[in-house]
């Protein structure tokens, strides 16, 4: 089925660095939304997304709802260890009757 | 604030067996979605209802049912249970109704079901 295409898969980055990731679909959407999972536990919604052109910020996280609609970043910016987790992307299409459609998610580690 | 409640947190069956997962979706929210994650996966919809209503099906197996009640609690029921159905199992609620953030799905802990 649809599906975004989500990157990296994976960071290896340095506490204190800045991080982005972004998501991209082959068809508009009209939400976007950004979540972050720890192993073992349920997805945390960091930023909801529902205009394009959108720029919202969540303490560290800065989010934006690409103008074209069909894409989305997500920037971490000086990194710390609680960072560490999947993110993943998830949109909603008009047709998709509520429907989220996943990323396969970025998995960013803090190298010690 | 109240979050979504599921239970069991764990859950081990043998195969064959049926499983039945519970969810409370928090106070005042109108849809409950049910996800499956395998290792290494994104989750994967299942099943959604609307008030109470079935809304929407995604992969959900024939094995599987599903139903939203009075209070608004949902239950997943599996049956005949396989190998492959260990996995992660999420619910997820929103207020639909809510024009501003109706798609703001909030997850639960999730079930880990392991079938033998």
């Known amino acids: 089925g649809q599906q975004l295409n989500q990157s990296p898969q994976s960071m290896f980055i340095q506490e204190g660095e800045d991080v982005s990731m972004n998501c991209t679909s082959s068809?508009?959407?009209?939400?976007w939304l950004w979540y972050k999972q720890d192993p073992g536990e349920g997805p945390v919604l960091l930023i909801a997304?529902?205009?394009a052109g959108e720029l919202t910020s969540n303490g560290r996280l800065t989010a934006q709802f690409g103008i074209t609609r069909k894409d989305s970043f997500l920037n971490i910016s000086a990194s710390i260890p609680s960072d560490v987790g999947i993110y993943f992307c998830?949109?909603?299409?008009?047709?998709?009757?509520?429907?989220?459609?996943w990323g396969a998610g970025t998995k960013l580690i803090i190298k010690p | 604030a109240a979050g979504v409640i599921q239970s069991p947190r764990h859950l081990i069956k043998e195969k064959r067996e049926t499983a039945t997962l519970k969810c409370y979706p928090i106070?005042?929210?109108?849809?409950v979605y049910w996800y499956q994650q395998g290792p290494g996966q994104d989750p994967q919809f299942l099943i959604s209802?609307?008030?109470?209503?079935?809304?929407d099906k995604g992969s959900i197996p024939d094995r599987f049912s599903a139903q939203q009640f009075s209070d608004y609690h949902s239950e997943l029921n599996m049956s005949s249970l396989e190998l492959g159905d260990s996995a992660l199992y999420f619910c997820?609620?929103?207020?639909?109704?809510?024009?501003?953030?109706?798609?703001?799905?909030?997850f639960g802990p999730g079930t880990r079901l392991t079938v033998l």
């Open positions: 998830a949109g909603q299409s008009w047709d998709s009757n509520y429907q989220l459609i």
């Open positions: 209802f609307y008030e109470k209503m079935q809304s």
């Open positions: 068809s508009i959407f009209n939400t």
């Open positions: 106070p005042r929210h109108d849809t």
């Open positions: 997820a609620s929103s207020l639909v109704g809510d024009i501003g953030r109706y798609n703001e799905q909030f």
């Open positions: 997304l529902y205009k």
